[in-house]
């Protein structure tokens, strides 16, 4: 499982026009899911992420986490975090995880997030989505898991 995590003062996702998903400050994560993946990883990359201490506190420090600032996550599916660029220069996903079993976990995530207390929000699986965003710092951070 990858993500690409960025913390921001706003984001949002559009579908057809259509705004699916937006919040305030929080973060942003893309989320890919590879063949191998399991709930497991996935339960342990959502924790991870939820406790990072990414924003800023009264010194300027990155020494808060997302629960002690109030904010908010904005989940996005993103198979194309799972490329394989070693060869040639056309990407191969044969390592991002089927569509069935990818949807059961980035659904899984939003779920994971929620259960663990955050406002949630989210783009649309398998849709082409326009995801606009203010990243603050700017922040962006990978993990895998």
Request: charged share 25%; hydrophobic share 40%; aromatic share 6%.
């Amino acid at each position: 499982m990858k993500s690409v995590i960025q913390r921001v003062l706003e984001a949002s996702v559009t579908v057809d026009g259509e705004c699916v998903g937006r919040i305030d400050r929080g973060l942003l994560v893309y989320l890919g899911v590879e063949k191998e993946d399991s709930e497991k990883q996935l339960h342990w990359l959502c924790s991870k992420i939820t406790k990072l201490r990414v924003f800023d506190d009264g010194e300027g420090k990155m020494n808060l986490s997302l629960k002690d600032v109030g904010g908010s996550l904005l989940v996005v599916s993103q198979f194309t975090l799972c490329a394989n660029l070693a060869k040639g220069n056309r990407p191969s996903y044969n390592n991002a995880a089927d569509p069935e079993d990818a949807v059961v976990l980035y659904e899984k995530a939003l779920e994971t997030f929620r259960n663990l207390g955050f406002h949630v929000e989210n783009g649309a699986f398998g849709q082409h989505m326009h995801v606009t965003y203010t990243n603050d710092g700017p922040v962006t951070l990978l993990l895998d898991s």
